[in-house]
């Protein structure tokens, strides 16, 4: 079944809803068992292992091509010079998650300031809380 798994339900990153994008290729590059190339865990193997480095090299090529098909070509232009999936993920963390005095400071008026929209469900009004507060949590680290 991990075979199986594609991005065609994932909608194209266009250089919005970066954290929501990543949230869904972090499960579908988990759902094939590709995650931790990808996030840098399973790190590359030496030379001289040559049958585990051609796996590695062929499973984070994988995890690329999974990465790069759920994005827009104008975001793809930006990671043309990567040269692993990590190397992806990285870049694309690099330019859309800024962590600077002044975001950290946006956040917490963000969530200072916050009121439920008379549109959105309980469940989606706590869940907004949630990732305001996990933002916040993210600036400590």
Same mark, same amino acid.
């Given at each position: 079944? @991990? $075979? ?7 909608? +194209? %990153? $266009? ?6 994008? +990543? %949230?869904?290729?972090? #499960?579908? !590059? ?7 190339? =990808? $996030? ?6 030496? =030379? ?16 690329? %091509?999974?990465?790069?098909? =759920?994005?827009? !070509? ?7 010079? #990567?040269?692993?999936?990590? $190397? ?44 305001? @507060? ?8």
């Amino acid at each position: 079944m @991990a $075979d199986k798994v594609d991005v065609s339900g994932v909608t +194209k %990153f $266009d250089g919005k809803n970066y954290h929501q994008w +990543k %949230f869904q290729m972090k #499960c579908a !590059l988990k759902a094939k068992g590709l995650y931790g190339i =990808a $996030d840098g865990t399973v790190t590359q193997p030496q =030379a001289t292992q040559q049958q585990e480095l051609e796996s590695w090299n062929k499973r984070d090529a994988q995890a690329m %091509f999974l990465l790069t098909a =759920a994005m827009e !070509l104008s975001q793809i232009t930006l990671v043309e010079n #990567c040269v692993s999936s990590r $190397d992806v993920i990285e870049k694309l963390d690099s330019i859309y998650v800024q962590k600077s005095e002044v975001n950290k400071m946006l956040i917490h008026e963000q969530f200072h300031q916050y009121k439920m929209n008379t549109n959105d469900s309980i469940a989606h009004h706590v869940s907004k809380i949630e990732n305001l @507060a996990r933002e916040i949590k993210r600036w400590k680290s």
